[in-house]
C-alpha cells in the first residue's frame, strides 16, 4: 500500500489508485487519524469519565458497599431505607424543591427586572451593574462565611441591625427559617448572574424592533412581554437551564455554613456525607446519587423535548 | 465530628472551616459523585518514598495550640534521631471525614487517630499496620490503655498520648462571687439551674453546629442514669433505642434544656466554651482540652470542673469520659521501620513532655511524663480520671462512624430544635441503627 501522502502530492504513477480510494471514501489516512483522535479521545473520556462513573454509581446503589469488603448486592433495600427511615432524605428533597422555586420564581424575574432597568441608559449604570454584579465573582463557599457574619445569632451583622441583640433571631441554627436565610444569601448571588445575561441579550435586540412596536401603539409593557421577551429566546433558555444546574447543584453554600445538616440538607451534601464521610456508607449514597441524577435527567429530558420539537416547527 | 483539639479561641467570626477544606471536600464531593473506587486510587502525594531519613507524619492538629504541640514533640524527634519527619497538617474536622479516603489512598506513614470502637473499625478494615512489636518494649502503660489500644483481633495499633476527662467545667470565681456549690445530684443541679437563670445568665454554655458536642451530655446523662455497661452495650447496637431506659435520658435531658444557651445548633462550641470565659453562661459540659483553650495565661486558674451529677444512685458517678488520642501507622507506610521507631518515640514520656510544654489542657498517658509542672486543675483532671470506676470515650467513638456522623449528628440536632417530641425520634433512631448495625463490616 502506498502512502496517500505522497499520492496527494505526486499523482503521477498511483494517481488512479487514488482517485478508486477517493471515490470510497473523501478521507485520507491521515484526515482518517485525526479524526479517530479528535472524536476517539473525547468519545472515550466520556465513556471512562460519565458513562462509566455513572453506570458505576447505579451499580453500587444496589449493593451494601463500604469502601472496604467487596459488595454484596442487596436489591432495593438502599431505595428503601432512604425513603423511610432516613429522615434527612425528605428534608433534603423539599431544600432542593425549595432551591429551584426560590431561584426561578423570583431570583431569576428579579434579575430580568434589574436588567430592563439597567438597560434604560439611566445615570450611573455600570456603577449598578458593577454592584448587582459583585457577589457572582464571589464563589458560593465564600457567600456561605458571609452569610455566617450577617446571620449568626451571637455575632451576626442582622440581629444589631434589627435591634434584637437581647433575644436574637437564630437564623442559622433554628431549622425552620435557616434555609431561607441562606437562600436569602444564594439568590443574592444568582440574581446577578441572571441580570448579567440578561443585560447581554438586550443589547442585542435591535432597536428597530422597539421602535416599530412604538409606531404601531404598543405601550411599554406590550413592547417588552410581546416583543422584545420573545426575541430573548436564547437567553430565556440558558438562564432556565442555569437556574434548574444551580438549584441541583448547590451544595458549597450549606457546606460551608454548618455542613449541610440541622435543616440545610441538600441531595448532593447528603451524597457526599455517606459516601466521602468518615461514614463510607459507599452504596447509601450512592443510591441517594441515582436519585438525583434520575430528578436531574427528567429536566434534562423535558428541556430537551421541547427544544427538538420546536426546532421541528 | 469528634471531640477533641479545638480551635483557638475564636471571639468574632468563627468557622472551623477554611475556604480551602470547602474546596477540596466540594472536589472530593464532584469526585465521589462520579466515582468512589477510583479516588481512593488518587490521594494527595505524601512523597519521600523509602528515604530512610524522612519519615511523614498525617497530622489532625490543626488548632493553633495543639499544633504547637506536635511540633514541639516532632522537633524533639527529629533532634534526637536525626530523621526528618514531614508533618501533613489537615483541619480537624475534615481529617476525620476523609479518613477513609485517606487510608485507602496514599496515606502518611503515622497519623493521628483515636482509641477505642473508632481504632478498632478502621484496623478491621486492614487499613492500619500491627505495631504489636512496639508495644512489647513500652512501659508506662496500664493494662487499661494497652486495651484502649488493642484491636478487635488482639493486636495492637495505636499508641496513646493523652486523655483529658469529660466533666462539668466553670469558673470559679464566679461561682463564688454569687454562692454557688457545685452540685452532686440531679436535683440540686435543676434547682442550680433554675438560681442561675433568675441570676441572667445561661446555666449550660451549648453549641452543636458541628454535631458531636451534645453527644458528650447524651454519654453523661445515659451513664449517670442507666450505667456505663448499658451505654458501652447500646453504642455497640446491642440494645433498642426504644427501651423506656433511653427515653428516660433523652427526658432528663430535656428538663434541663431550657436551661441550656439557646440556639446550640448555630453554634460552634469553641463560642460556647468562650460563654463560660466572658461570664456569661455558668457552666459547660465538655473535654478539659478544649474549654482549657479558652483560659491561657492568669485565667488558666481559674477554671474548675465537677463530674456530672448523680441521677441513679445506682450508678452513682462511677463512669469517667476520657477519650484517649494518639497515633496509628498506616497499613501503606512507605518507611514501616521508620514508622515504627517514630511511633515508639511518641509513646514514650520524653514525646509527652514535650507535647505538654505547649498544651496543658490535656494529661499524659505515660505514667513516667513528668507531672511536675501540673497545675492544680492538670492534677484534679489527672486524679478524676484514676479514680474512674469504667471510662468511656466518646460517642463517636464507642459506636461505628456511619451510625455517629449519619445518625446520631442529625438526631441529636432534631432533638435539641423539639425536645418534646422524644417517641418519634426515638423510633426513627432505632430504625436507622437496626439497619446501619445489621451490615456487617
Redesign the interface.
Known sequence: MTSTQVSAQAPAPQASVARRRRRLSRFTRRDIIILAVLIGLPVLLDIALIWGTTLTSIGLSFTDYNGFSSPQLVGLHNYHEIVTIYEPFWRAVRNNLLWLATLGVFATPLGLLLAVLLDKRIRFTRVYQSIFYMPVVLSLAVVGFIAQLVYSRDYGALNSLLGRTADPIDFLGDPSINIWAILAAAAWRHVGYVMILYLAGLKSVDPALKEAATIDGANERQTFFRVIFPTLRPINIIVLVITVIEALRAFDIVYAVNSGRNGLELLSVLVTANIVGEASRIGFGSAIAVILLVTSLGFVIAYLTQILREDRR | ?TQSTPDQPLR??S?T?S?RT??R??A??AG???????L?ACGKDSGSSGNSKTVTFGSNYSDAIPKAGIAAVMDAYQKSSGVTVKINTQEHNSF??????YL?GNPDDVFSWFAGNRMKFFAA???AADISDVWSGLTGFSDALKKAATGDDGKQYFVPIYNYPWAVFYRPSVWQAKGWQPPKTLDELTALCKTIKGAGMDAFAFAD???WPAMGTFDQINMRTNGYDFHISLMAGKESWTDPKVKQVFETWASLLPYHQ??????IWQ?AANSVYQKKSAMMVCGSGQIAQSFQGADAADLDFFPYPMINTEFGQDAVEAPIDGFMISKKAKNLEAAKALIKFLASPDAENAYQSKDNGNIPTNSGASTSNFSAFQKKCQAYIAGAKQISQFMDRDTR??FA??VM???L??FI?KPSDIDSLLK?ID??AK?IFA???
Open positions: 465530628m468574632l467570626a468557622s472551616v475556604r470547602v474546596l471536600n466540594t472530593l464531593g465521589a459523585l462520579a466515582i468512589p473506587g477510583v481512593a476525620q471525614e476523609n479518613i477513609s479516603r485507602k478494615q486492614g487499613l453546629k458541628d454535631g439557646q440556639g446550640a445548633n448555630g453554634r463560642d462512624p456511619d456522623s449519619q449528628i442529625p438526631s440536632q432534631s430544635n426513627n430504625a436507622q439497619s451490615t456487617d463490616n
